[in-house]
């Protein structure tokens, strides 16, 4: 049994700040991925922001320079920190995580901005 239980989604107001966290758990090991998706009504789900065991980032053009993913290795706990967030942020947003060929999805959370 795995499970990625996430938190931190909410109601926010254009220019606030958010703050997701997942943290992995169950028989799993050798996570080497960590990353958050979202996905709005009508649109496919995009990659937001990934992280490796290394430390290496990547992120959506949008959201550079707003967003920081960050990776605790340790507790298999992934963050998103969300600054000066802008309606067309508003989704449904999915924590991943990946060990070898496995995928794992969080049930998603849901992020709303909005004034």
């Known amino acids: 049994q795995v499970q990625l239980v996430e938190s931190g989604g909410g109601l926010v107001q254009p220019g606030g700040s958010l703050r997701l966290s997942c943290a992995a758990s169950?028989?799993?090991?050798?996570?080497?991925?960590m990353g958050w998706y979202r996905q709005a009504p009508g649109n496919q789900r995009e990659l937001v922001a990934g992280i490796i065991s290394g430390g290496s980032t990547n992120y959506k053009d949008s959201v550079k320079g707003r967003f920081t993913i960050s990776r605790d290795n340790a507790k298999n706990t992934v963050y998103l920190q969300m600054n000066s967030l802008k309606p067309e942020d508003t989704a449904v947003y999915y924590c991943?995580?990946?060990?070898?060929?496995?995928?794992?999805w969080g049930q998603g959370t849901q992020v709303t901005v909005s004034s």
């Open positions: 991943n995580a990946v060990t070898g060929n496995v995928a794992y």
């Open positions: 169950g028989r799993l090991f050798g996570i080497y991925f």
